[in-house]
């Protein structure tokens, strides 16, 4: 009984994951291609998320600076803290980026629980001319939120899992997608 309930979880993530690369693959096309022509720009990838998704937030930063699978020059990556001084979560990543950030710069804003936190950093981005890659659980008001907040230069992939853990599932493997797709770029490597 509970090897089958094992087994569901394994072959319930390998059917979202197909369904997300049908849904994921051309926005993750634009991103990456959004986040490449930020640092060839000399722009950077300022990467944040909510709640749990914060390390995914520093672990996606992290291989952009060093490396994902190919040798390359380390890219403009910086992680966004959740407490800066007395400043904890939304405020902080707000102030850090109105301090790091500047126009031609990239936000990677990732909210799978989609708890609308990201409201207020989603608007300092606007105001700063930051183009934002947003990361959200699909179908909930917050994505509606994040979704307005977005233009039409700005990328929105939408992680349409409806439990917690196939959704940060699906972003981790976005994410390892989107480091690939901008190696590729970089390094003219062949599909």
């Known amino acids: 009984m509970l090897e089958a309930r094992l087994q569901h979880q394994f072959f319930e993530s390998a059917d979202l994951l197909n369904q997300a690369a049908e849904q994921l693959t051309r926005p993750l096309s634009v991103a990456a291609q959004l986040a490449v022509a930020c640092v060839t720009g000399g722009g950077r990838l300022l990467c944040a998320g909510a709640g749990v998704a914060h390390n995914d937030a520093l672990a996606v930063s992290e291989l952009l600076q ?68 947003a990361l959200c659980a699909e179908g909930t008001d917050a994505a509606s939120a994040v979704k307005a907040a977005l233009t039409d230069t700005d990328v929105l992939l939408r992680l349409s899992a409806s439990r917690l853990p196939r959704r940060l599932e699906t972003q981790r493997v976005a994410l390892h997608a989107l480091c690939d797709a901008i190696d590729a770029q970089l390094l003219g490597l062949e599909a």
């Open 66 to 133: 060093h490396q994902f699978e190919q040798e390359r020059p380390g890219l403009a990556a910086l992680p966004l803290q959740r407490s800066v001084g007395s400043l904890q979560g939304q405020d902080a990543l707000v102030r850090q980026l109105q301090v790091l950030g500047h126009p031609g710069d990239v936000l990677l804003w990732l909210d799978p629980v989609a708890g609308n936190t990201g409201a207020p950093l989603l608007r300092a981005a606007r105001e700063l001319d930051i183009a934002v890659i």
